[in-house]
């Protein structure tokens, strides 16, 4: 078992014996997902609901909880730590406050933000106790599905419905989403995107409101790929390192930095950036546009 995850859960279980904690609120996490089971196979909450999103956001939110129950243990303090000087940087809120979301800053410091040669994350940690603990099925698969989720580069391929066709750079995936955010888009836009099929699914849900990338074009991107997928440390395969590049980045802030910095307009369904990554001069607030003004 991975080093961070091990040392939890001798802890929560020495913890538990002194009273420090009580472990039956965890496990009451096995009742509320059999509850959630039935809630999205509801005929009465389908009509007019995503069931896929609701099945991933109420799994997402029992994750936040069980965190928030762990967070003050010493073993988790360099999650917490982490997580909380991040929020305190960035103010996550969405726009106009910040260009990242509170889902999308979630979405990182939850299953992103990651310690460790077996890359530990907070998910990691909370799935491990739940499997310990022997929580529902149910949930431990839409908690798995939601830390194996990550960042990616997508191709608007057209609409089928109600549902945006996404087909990834690099990994050439394609997928029929769910965007609850509202925003349907324009075939051949670029959108970055994190897209999470729930378990079993063949529809994919576009788990935070989408960053549409205005320019450059895709030709350029492929380019900013090109240059820098060689610089991911151990990943020769290009598919490997453009995943491992998406998910944490060449820093642990790689992509938080990149949307702070992009962030040109939005709306409530969507946000735009303009830039790339490594071009400082594309992005609008990048410190070398700063020190021009």
Not at 236 to 253: C, I
Request: aromatic fraction near 10%; charged fraction near 25%; charge should be negative.
């Amino acid at each position: 078992m991975p080093r961070y995850a091990s040392r939890l859960i001798k802890a929560l279980r020495k913890y538990e014996k002194r009273k420090v904690v009580d472990l039956a609120e965890f496990r009451s996490a096995r009742a509320e997902a059999a509850e959630l089971t039935e809630e999205v196979t509801s005929d009465d909450l389908l009509a007019g609901l995503e069931p896929e999103h609701r099945l991933l956001a109420a799994a997402h939110n029992l994750l936040s909880v069980q965190f928030e129950m762990i967070a003050q243990l010493p073993e988790m303090h360099r999650f917490a730590d982490a997580f909380a000087d991040a929020e305190e940087e960035y103010h996550p809120a969405g726009p106009p406050i910040s260009p990242l979301t509170a889902s999308y800053f979630n979405n990182w410091a939850f299953y992103d933000l990651a310690f460790g040669l077996q890359r530990e994350s907070i998910a990691t940690c909370v799935i491990a106790v739940g499997k310990a603990m022997r929580i529902d099925p149910t949930l431990l698969a839409a908690w798995s599905a939601l830390e194996r989720s990550r960042l990616g580069l997508w191709l608007h391929d057209g609409l089928e419905g109600e549902r945006v066709i996404l087909r990834e750079l690099v990994t050439d995936v394609t997928w029929r989403c769910a965007v609850p955010a509202g925003y349907r888009g324009t075939e051949g836009e670029l959108w970055l995107a994190r897209v999470v099929p729930p378990p079993g699914s063949e529809v994919a849900v576009v788990f935070i409101t989408p960053y549409v990338v205005l320019s450059p074009e895709i030709a350029e991107w492929l380019a900013y790929l090109d240059r820098t997928l060689p610089k991911v440390s151990g990943k020769k395969d290009r598919r490997a390192a453009y995943e491992h590049l998406m998910k944490y980045g060449l820093s642990r802030s790689y992509w938080n930095e990149h949307i702070l910095e992009a962030y040109v307009n939005h709306r409530p369904d969507v946000i735009f950036l303009k830039g790339l990554p490594d071009v400082e001069e594309s992005r609008p607030h990048s410190r070398a546009n700063r020190d021009r003004w």
